[in-house]
């Protein structure tokens, strides 16, 4: 596999502490969202799996992957669900309570309560599908209008599912970046709310905060379910502008910081990105927020972006220690890996924009360089965010080679096995 790696030589360095400082302390609050989305009747808990017999393949100690391919059912099947509708309920809430001095409840909103109120707020955003999605979702279960902004490569299947949960759906003639100046400056002109994770100011403003506090459910999660994350050496998430992958790593770094010993070790912390839409690896290079000068065009949909998100870059510059950009080859070889459980490990769906990490553990497993390079060895335990599922089906199974629904079959049978196992053990 061809493979760029950048190592971070400015990571925890005093300079890049510094600069991140304001957007970690605006962050640092998330847990009322967390305990808000743990109210809401579509939350369930979303598993950590294990992949034993994988990890002794690549001749590491332990493998797990972190699976949002059912968040909140497989019409949303991402993390973005999570943000987007949190964004919209507090969106709401304090238009409500501009109004009638009263906060309402999630559950309030839900219902024709304050609908006279909620029916007139607009949210929007660009998105390539994910965020889409959660905002439509969020606008449809809280009572205001959406409309979503779409780049040129946005397959049409995407845009479908926006629509089907009654976002108005604007496919704008340019790239991801076209979409978001479209987006912003008709929000400004018509007094919509412009939802999304990127901060230009250190994360000051509430929307990109609330989007950010919310995806915390996902960090939260993670570390309920690993058994030791003292042992963890490596936590690999996928780039896009590097919200999440920011957000996952203050979140780490938080837990292991304020929970041991001033000397606690740290994970290496690992973004991947396509090739052709390396922005934060590009970043990394030059020392600072910079485009990439690929051409976007890359399977990995939801990771085409041009720029980082400015306050994200900070939070990365200073946690991340690795950036690795990989062809879409490492997506697709990621997802049928996972797909098909390696000799009895749990299959998986993983979407395209998610995949990439896992191409990369299977790369790392015959390419000694880049095994040495990400300091992975018999010891190496490691997290992979698997962050989205099949949010395009049609496209899944022409990648795959299998149905999203045939792979979540086989799940669930390598579920039922294991727990007759377990209950046939107990009984002798």
């Known amino acids: 596999m061809e493979y760029d790696h950048h190592y971070n030589t400015d990571r925890l360095s005093a300079q890049a502490e510094a600069n991140a ?9 998330w847990m009322p969202a967390v305990e ?28 797990f992957i972190k699976d949002e391919s059912q968040r909140f059912g497989l019409d949303l099947a991402s993390f973005k669900a999570l943000g987007a509708p949190y964004a919209v309920y507090q969106i709401l809430a304090e238009a409500v309570h501009a109004k009638k001095s009263i906060w309402p409840s999630a559950a ?20 390539d599908g994910n965020q889409g999605r ?22 049409d299947g995407r845009a479908t599912r926006m629509i089907e949960l009654g976002a108005i759906v604007i496919r704008i003639n340019g790239e991801y970046e076209a979409s978001v100046a479209r ?6 002109m018509n007094g919509w709310y412009f939802v999304s994770s990127t901060s230009w100011s250190d994360f000051d403003e509430s929307i990109p905060k609330h989007v950010m506090n919310a995806y915390m459910v996902v960090l939260e999660e993670t570390l309920e379910l690993i058994p030791n994350i003292d042992c963890i050496t490596h936590v690999f998430v996928c780039g896009g502008v590097g919200s999440i992958a920011a957000a996952i790593f203050q979140g780490f770094y938080t837990r292991l910081y304020e929970t041991q010993a001033a000397g606690a070790k740290l994970p290496q912390f690992v973004v991947v990105e396509p090739s052709e839409a390396d922005c934060l690896l590009q970043s990394a290079k030059i020392g600072e927020a910079h485009q990439s000068q690929g051409s976007l065009h890359t399977l990995m949909a939801g990771l085409a972006c041009r720029a980082p998100s400015p306050a994200a870059w900070k939070i990365l ?23 098909n ?14 995949a990439a990490s896992m191409g990369v553990m299977l790369a790392s497993g015959v390419d000694p360089s880049l ?21 395009d089906p049609k496209i899944y199974e022409s990648l795959v080679g299998k149905s999203p629904a045939s792979v979540f079959e086989a799940q669930d049978g390598f579920y039922q096995r294991l727990s007759r196992y377990y209950t046939d053990t107990n009984e002798l």
């Open 21 to 29: 400082t304001i957007c970690m302390q605006n962050l640092s609050n």
């Open 36 to 63: 808000e989305i743990h109210t809401w009747p579509e939350y369930s808990r979303q598993p950590l799996h294990m992949l034993p017999n994988l990890a002794r393949k690549l001749g590491i100690q332990k493998l």
């Open 108 to 127: 309030e909103l839900r219902t024709d309560k304050y609908r006279d109120i909620t029916q007139h707020i607009t949210v929007c955003v660009a998105t």
């Open 134 to 155: 959660g905002l439509a979702y969020g606008a449809q279960i809280f009572g205001c209008r959406c409309v979503n902004y779409i780049h040129s490569h946005v397959s």
């Open 183 to 188: 987006a912003k400056e008709d929000a400004r």
């Open 317 to 339: 510059s200073w946690l991340a220690s690795d950036f690795l950009s990989v062809p879409d080859s490492a997506a697709i070889e990621g997802m049928k890996a996972l797909a």
């Open 341 to 354: 459980g390696f000799e009895g490990d749990v299959p998986v769906v993983c979407g395209e924009s998610s």
């Open 371 to 391: 095994r040495e390079r990400l300091g992975l060895d018999a010891s190496s335990q490691v997290v992979l965010f698997g962050l989205e599922g099949a949010t």
